[in-house]
């Protein structure tokens, strides 16, 4: 009922910055949250960011708290991550999510395909 697709990735060194977007489409979308995540090479999938679809709720990991931040636009119903000051340890591939508002990846009921952010230093 629901596809997400991510764009906006690319290769920057660290302290540059980059915008990722995630665009929801589908003829459902019920969804109360749209987060992202991330997957370095032989990581597990980590939280990033989450956001509330009704309000200005938003959560970070502690990791990119004041570096990034997440918002939407309800109309076209796409998600923004802002991300400042990058530095080697955001290097992964970036995917994002619809479900309940919660850090967990089993809690989310959609995913995008991923966009791979590299940062060089």
């Known amino acids: 009922q629901v596809q997400l697709v991510e764009s906006g990735g690319g290769m920057v060194q660290a302290g540059d910055s980059l915008t990722l977007s995630c665009a929801a489409s589908?003829?459902?979308?019920?969804?109360?949250?749209m987060g992202w995540f991330r997957q370095a090479p032989g990581k597990e999938r980590e939280f990033v960011a989450v956001?509330?679809?009704?309000?200005?709720?938003?959560y970070y990991t502690d990791s990119v708290k004041g570096r990034f931040t997440i918002s939407r636009d309800n109309a076209k119903n796409t998600v923004y991550l802002q991300m400042n000051r990058l530095k080697p340890e955001d290097t992964a591939v970036y995917y994002c999510?619809?479900?309940?508002?919660?850090?967990?990846?089993?809690?989310?009921?959609?995913w995008g395909q991923g966009t791979q952010v590299t940062v060089s230093s």
């Open positions: 956001i509330s679809w009704t309000d200005d709720n938003t």
């Open positions: 589908g003829r459902t979308f019920s969804s109360v949250a």
């Open positions: 999510a619809a479900g309940e508002f919660a850090m967990f990846p089993g809690l989310y009921d959609y």
